[in-house]
């Protein structure tokens, strides 16, 4: 069983950048597409971006000029670099690996507060 671990929260004031990192156990390529989603206080868990095994990558429109997913395979990591933070990206942020083989995988998290 593959595991997801998230790293690189915190708390960055408005304007400030962060990267998030999502280490796999395992080899990430042996998941279709690499997810970051987060949930904010009283919200519901929302897609922030994707990247697939080829390396396309998609965005939420909140995101889209801001954040950039990317994946280094030879770590078995995918990160978010996230620039032009505002309060509204406080959340906690989550990694998600999915495979149609065996299944979705998610880290435990990592919170990002955005606040001066």
């Known amino acids: 069983q593959v595991q997801l671990v998230e790293s690189g929260g915190g708390l960055v004031q408005p304007g400030g950048s962060l990267r998030l990192s999502c280490a796999a156990s395992?080899?990430?390529?042996?998941?279709?597409?690499l997810d970051w989603y987060r949930q904010a206080p009283g919200k519901q868990r929302e897609l922030v971006a994707t990247?697939?095994?080829?390396?396309?990558?998609e965005y939420a429109d909140y995101v889209k000029g801001r954040f950039t997913i990317s994946r280094d395979n030879a770590k078995n990591t995918v990160y978010l670099h996230m620039n032009s933070l505002t309060p509204e990206d406080t959340a906690v942020y989550y990694c998600?690996?999915?495979?149609?083989?065996?299944?979705?995988?998610w880290g435990q998290g990592t919170q990002v507060t955005v606040s001066s």
């Open positions: 998600r690996g999915r495979s149609t083989g065996f299944g979705n995988y």
């Open positions: 395992g080899s990430i390529l042996s998941f279709n597409a």
């Open positions: 990247i697939t095994r080829g390396g396309m990558s």
